[in-house]
């Protein structure tokens, strides 16, 4: 992964941004496949979860298409990759203590482990900042536009996953 990693955690500092992140498809596919893998194993720690397999590919479609036609509203195709592999690399990272937390939701519900459940809630909000802060460096946006976009993102993707759950 070489810099991939160093500079996907500097993007969740907000200490770097999708720009610093090489041209690497190849990162991009591992960046996709782990958080996808991640988010299928926490959804599915998780009580009443449906058909996790199509909600997690319903996510990941959406999350490729939204930056995808988000970037060419603004004629900025050419940084799908990097873009891409920072939204998909920073969920990976968020994912890897959210697959943690989920582990006691599922054994003794949410109700039981309000810790955890709190935790997910928490790296949610964290997440969603950093997507706002990867949204304002890709589109050449101020902060809380980019937060705004983030926010409609997380809503619209959610709203997706729910058509197959």
């Known amino acids: 992964m070489g810099p991939t990693l160093p500079n996907l955690a500097g993007i969740c500092l907000f200490r770097n941004g999708?720009?610093?992140?090489?041209?690497?498809?190849?990162?991009?596919?591992?960046?996709?496949?782990?958080?996808?893998?991640?988010?299928?194993?926490?959804?599915?720690?998780?009580?009443?979860?449906?058909?996790?397999?199509?909600?997690?590919?319903v996510a990941t479609l959406f999350a490729a298409a939204f930056l995808y036609a988000l970037l060419a509203l603004r004629g900025l195709q050419a940084r799908f990759v990097q873009s891409a592999t920072a939204i998909f690399g920073t969920d990976a990272v968020i994912g890897f203590p959210v697959v943690l937390l989920s582990f006691p939701i599922g054994a003794q519900g949410?109700?039981?482990?309000?810790?955890?459940?709190?935790?997910?809630?928490?790296?949610?909000?964290w997440h969603l900042v950093i997507l706002g802060h990867i949204f304002r460096h890709t589109l050449e946006l101020k902060l809380p536009l980019g937060l705004?976009?983030?926010?409609?993102?997380?809503?619209?993707?959610?709203?997706a996953v729910q058509l197959v759950a």
């Open 18 to 57: 999708p720009q610093d992140l090489p041209y690497a498809p190849q990162a991009l596919a591992g960046a996709v496949a782990l958080s996808a893998a991640l988010t299928f194993i926490a959804a599915s720690n998780l009580p009443e979860s449906g058909n996790v397999a199509a909600q997690v590919a």
């Open 110 to 125: 949410p109700e039981q482990a309000p810790g955890a459940a709190a935790g997910i809630l928490l790296l949610w909000g």
């Open 148 to 159: 705004l976009l983030a926010l409609a993102y997380s809503l619209l993707g959610f709203q």
